[in-house]
Each structure stands twice: as C-alpha cells, then as structure tokens.
C-alpha cells in the first residue's frame, strides 16, 4: 500500500531556480493538500485540491502554482525560488476527516 | 493570527507516567479536532480524534478530552513509553475552514525518558 508518495525527498535549489514537488495518492481521495512545515510554526496551508480540476489557495500561497489535472496527481510548483522558501513539505490527502500524508520534501534554497 | 496554539513547545516525562498536552483554540465554528503523531523524517500520522459533540474519546493509552466552553483540549498518554518520543499536533477543523481543511498548531516535542 503506497498511501501518499512526494518526490524528491532532498532537493537543493539556488535562489531564481525553478522545480516542482510531486506528489501521488492511490487511494482515490477527493481531497488533496500541500503543508509547509516551518520549525516551531506547525503545519501551515499552502494550496488544496476538492477533486481533479479544482484548487484554492490556503493561508500561504505566494510564490507557489499547483494543477490537478487528475484525481491522483497534486503537483507543487515554485517558481522563482527564494531563500524563504527553504522548507519541509508535506503532501495529504483524504476522503473525509482524518489526512494522511506523504513523508515529506525538503527543501533548501541558496 | 494564530487560530489553534499549543503553548509548551516541548514536554518531558518518565516511562510509566501520564503525559499530558494541550491546546488552545480561538474559532468557536471549529467543531472536528484531531491529534497527530510526528517521528523525525517521517509525515505526521493520524492519532486520535474528537467531534464537538463528545467531550472525551479513548483509544487504548491514548485519550482526549474537549471542553467546549474554554475551547480547550487536551491529549493523556497512559502509561508513556519511550516510544511515544515524537512531536505532537493538534489539528482542527470546521466553519469556514470545513472541506476536511485542517488548521494545526505548532507541536509540542514529547520525550519519555526511560
């Protein structure tokens, strides 16, 4: 049972670099989210998907893009990366309540 | 602004004995609050939740009391055992922030010492 599945694991990116944050579900839940996870901060909302096609903002959205184009797929782009952008984060997913997440990206901006 | 806060940032105990964590919110349309478990490198994992209509609910060792009035809930850990060693969150939901979005406080570090 994969669950929920973020890529790459360890990323170091040079400030104005551009990647993409995948993340992969196979439990066919409607509901999609991507955390950042910043040290003594908790976990803050940076986009969520309700279902394939459909994404809102969360409390963090700036210097972020995402697109779900299919039930299973959440992809987190940053464009233009900044140092403040230097992170965990944390993909979930659920059908209803409890979120179950991926095991998380971290990210280093130089 | 801060809408769940967990004020300890980390609590320490003995093997065998209670552990005791607790969070605070602000938003009375919360109405879904839930407890997350965190090991080092790894995603939170779901814990132990609680609806507005209970005031308690246990599973096993672990157990979560509401108090509605004070918008105040609490996690105990009976007994605690080294393994429990993580960091804690306390998540809500409800209201405006409904659609299974969850709002998280910022952890407490539990350590139980041998």
């Known amino acids: 049972n994969a669950g929920v599945t973020q890529t790459p694991k360890f990323r170091i990116l040079k400030i104005g670099q551009s990647m993409t944050l995948q993340c992969a579900q196979d439990m066919n839940h409607n509901y999609m989210y991507w955390y950042r996870q910043d040290p003594g901060m908790g976990l803050k909302l940076i986009y969520y998907?309700?279902?394939?096609?459909?994404?809102d903002k969360g409390e963090v959205p700036n210097g972020y893009n995402v697109s779900r184009s299919t039930t299973e797929d959440f992809p987190l782009r940053l464009e233009l990366a900044a140092p403040s952008q230097t992170s965990v984060y944390f993909c979930?997913?659920?059908?209803?309540?409890?979120?179950?997440f991926g095991e998380g990206s971290r990210l280093t901006v130089l | 602004d801060q809408q769940v806060k967990q004020n300890s940032p980390s609590l320490s105990v003995q093997e065998g004995r209670i552990s005791i964590l607790n969070c605070d919110y602000t938003n009375s349309m919360f109405d879904y609050f839930l407890w997350y478990k965190k090991y080092p490198a790894e995603g939170p994992t779901f814990l132990i939740s609680i609806s507005s209509i209970k005031d308690k609910n246990e599973d096993g060792r672990f157990t979560v009391f509401l108090n509605k009035s004070a918008k105040h809930l609490s996690l105990h850990i009976v007994p605690s055992q080294p393994g429990d060693s993580a960091v804690y969150f306390c998540?809500?939901?409800?209201?405006?922030?409904?659609?299974?979005?969850?709002?998280f406080g910022e952890g407490t570090q539990l350590t139980v010492n041998p």
């Open positions: 998540a809500a939901s409800g209201g405006e922030t409904s659609g299974s979005r969850l709002t």
């Open positions: 979930a997913s659920t059908s209803q309540g409890e979120l179950f």
């Open positions: 998907s309700v279902g394939a096609g459909i994404t």
